[in-house]
């Protein structure tokens, strides 16, 4: 693996979640890849899981670990031939360029603006970062995408799964915040791969981008899309179509214990208590949100022993 940006930066997937696992039960095995060798990560946003799990996978592997919050820095401008008198104090062209200097492999998180659908779905920041670093980029939860995210729940599934082909259902949920399309267009990304059988329901106007659903089976009856689930996959998403507005926050959508019946419950976390889920749901045993989460470090461990052996 050169890098990881996207989903398909990964060759084999199922072969990539049987190593994950194996990674999962030797964590410390390849403790001497990594010697010498520093992941800078980059965060223009908030994070728990993907800051803690990436970087207690690199140390798994024996790297440095060197991690800033891009608040704490200078302004960047992402603009070729911009004229800098205004907010931004220095330009991509040479903050990936020094950065790289520090860094075996950079790691960014970039949320999108929910404003400018272009300029969001044309994935600036990230792909910025691929041109001018010549070091390996790692995704850490882009404008468009969460591939980190969406491997870690493919490694729980197959964890989870007891059925041949098992039924898998994305489920649109209520949220008081514009919230991005990007962990719902990794997990369909990601499972479109797999063979499972994945239906998509959410609310007239929630339509995912047809370039991420394809061929995938869409309903706007969530009970209808519920019946027979092995896994329901809860998440809000913003309107792409009218971009990044809330058009519903119909409460009935919330998933609740009787909708879930004995199906599987996943959720990249945070979650609203009560608003997207009932605690009914998360503190029963069919909540698999914590093993998502632990495995969070296992997706990043196989991404960054993939990159680091080909260095
Ligand atoms: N799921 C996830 O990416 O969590 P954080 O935003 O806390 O990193």
Redesign the pocket.
């Known amino acids: 693996m050169k890098k990881y940006t996207e989903i398909n930066d990964i060759k084999n997937i199922p072969q990539t979640i049987t190593e994950a696992i194996a990674l999962k039960k030797a964590p410390f095995e390849h403790k001497s890849l990594g010697k010498n060798k520093t992941l800078v990560m980059l965060f223009f ?9 990436t970087e207690k996978a690199a140390k798994n592997l024996g790297m440095d670990v060197i991690c800033l919050q891009i608040s704490n820095s200078w302004n960047l401008e992402f603009e070729d031939g911009t004229v800098m008198n205004l907010s931004t104090s220095e330009h991509i062209k040479e903050a990936a360029k020094v950065i790289a200097q520090y860094a075996d492999i950079i790691a960014v ?1 970039a949320f999108p603006t929910l404003k400018d659908k272009e300029l969001d779905y044309a994935e600036v920041i990230m792909n910025s970062f691929s041109k001018y670093a010549d070091v390996p980029v790692v995704n ?2 882009s404008s468009t995408a ?1 591939p ?2 969406a491997l ?1 729940d493919a490694i729980t599934i197959n964890e989870f799964n007891s059925d041949a082909i098992p039924n898998v259902v994305l489920s649109w949920a209520p949220h008081p915040k514009a919230l991005p399309q990007s ?1 719902a267009n990794s997990f369909v990304n990601m499972m479109q791969k797999l063979p499972v059988n994945l239906t998509i329901t959410h609310p007239e106007g929630y339509e995912l981008s047809t370039e991420i659903t394809k061929d995938t089976q869409v309903s706007y009856d969530q009970e209808e899309a519920l019946k027979n689930a092995d896994f329901v996959y809860v998440k809000n998403w913003s309107s792409y179509t009218d971009y990044g507005q809330i058009l519903s926050q119909d409460s009935d959508w919330m998933i609740t214990q009787h909708k879930l019946n004995n199906a599987k419950f996943m959720h ?3 979650v609203r208590r009560n608003v997207v889920v009932e605690d009914a749901v998360l503190d029963s045993d069919n909540s698999l949100v914590i093993n ?2 632990n495995n ?1 470090t296992y997706a990043a461990q196989v991404v960054l022993k993939n990159i680091l052996e080909n260095l």
Do not use: G
């Not at 946003?45 to 993907?50: G, W």
């Open positions: 946003n908030a994070s728990l899981r993907t800051r803690l799990s998180r850490l939860e969460h980190l995210q870690a962990v990249c976390l945070p998502q989460a969070r």
